[in-house]
């Protein structure tokens, strides 16, 4: 993921400015998803009818490529749909479920799935060109300063704290056996990418040309 990114973030940075009238300050970094689940799963199999919430349209395609049944719902809303029996697992970042108490109605973390995600934080061009230049210096610094502390937590500190807090809470940690991820990774280069192509435009349009030229 990291390695994309140091391949199209000047690319991007001028996309979304341009697109936005915004100057682009830094991309903050969001840590990998886990399973929190019901049930082990450990093995390709274990996914058929896996009813699971997923958080975008790449995932229900990875998930239906699985054989389970992805649905999205609010966020507040997962505790109650697990309590119920609506849904098996739901995917999330480890700090993000036990903030929640997820580990309250899952037995199960599973992962980290490796993918890192990211937002940009930005400023409106017409503000940040009237700062002084001094200004636009420090918060230039401030910013680059900002992104490393969130790459680092990110990759690193994050993560392992998410599964300490639900593991210290009773839940038992699972990594993604080698099978899953095999399966995960054909499931994304036969079903997720052709769907994100057909979703964008094709493979004529501009972003699809840039994703064979600087990224497959």
Same mark, same amino acid.
């Given at each position: 993921?990291?390695?994309?990114?140091?391949?199209?973030?000047?690319?991007?940075?001028?996309?979304?400015?341009?697109?936005?009238?915004?100057?682009?300050l830094?991309? @903050?970094?969001?840590?990998?998803?886990?399973?929190?689940? +019901?049930?082990?799963?450990?093995?390709p199999?274990?996914?058929r *009818? $896996? /009813?699971?919430?997923v958080?975008?349209?790449a995932?229900?395609?990875?998930?239906?490529a699985?054989?389970?049944?992805?649905?999205?719902?609010?966020?507040?809303?997962?505790?109650?749909?697990?309590?119920?029996?609506i849904?098996?697992?739901?995917?999330?970042?480890?700090t993000c479920?036990?903030?929640?108490?997820?580990?309250q109605?899952?037995?199960?973390?599973?992962?980290?799935?490796?993918?890192?995600?990211?937002?940009?934080?930005?400023?409106?061009?017409?503000v940040? @060109?009237?700062?002084?230049?001094k200004?636009?210096?420090? +918060?230039?610094?401030?910013?680059?300063?900002?992104?490393?502390? *969130? $790459? /680092?937590?990110?990759?690193?500190?994050?993560?392992?704290?998410?599964?300490?807090q639900?593991?210290?809470?009773?839940?038992?940690?699972?990594?993604?056996?080698p099978?899953?991820?095999?399966?995960?990774?054909?499931?994304?280069?036969?079903?997720?990418?052709?769907?994100?192509?057909?979703?964008?435009?094709?493979?004529?349009?501009?972003?699809?040309?840039?994703?064979?030229?600087?990224v497959?």
């Open positions: 993921s990291l390695k994309v990114l140091n391949t199209v973030r000047v690319e991007l940075r001028r996309i979304v400015a341009e697109r936005t009238g915004g100057v682009i830094l991309e @903050n970094y969001y840590t990998e998803n886990m399973f929190f689940s +019901v049930k082990p799963l450990t093995k199999e274990d996914f *009818s $896996l /009813r699971v919430r958080t975008g349209t995932w229900a395609d990875l998930m239906r699985m054989g389970a049944e992805p649905f999205t719902s609010n966020f507040s809303d997962v505790p109650t749909a697990f309590e119920r029996g849904m098996d697992a739901a995917i999330n970042c480890g479920g036990g903030s929640q108490s997820w580990y109605v899952t037995d199960y973390l599973i992962g980290p799935v490796p993918s890192i995600a990211f937002t940009w934080l930005s400023m409106n061009r017409v940040w @060109n009237a700062l002084p230049a200004i636009q210096e420090v +918060v230039r610094e401030e910013a680059t300063r900002h992104q490393q502390i *969130s $790459l /680092r937590l990110a990759t690193n500190d994050r993560l392992k704290q998410g599964i300490q639900n593991v210290n809470n009773g839940m038992k940690h699972l990594g993604l056996s099978e899953i991820q095999a399966a995960f990774r054909k499931a994304a280069i036969d079903t997720v990418l052709p769907a994100w192509v057909k979703r964008v435009g094709g493979p004529s349009t501009p972003v699809v040309r840039f994703f064979n030229e600087q497959a």
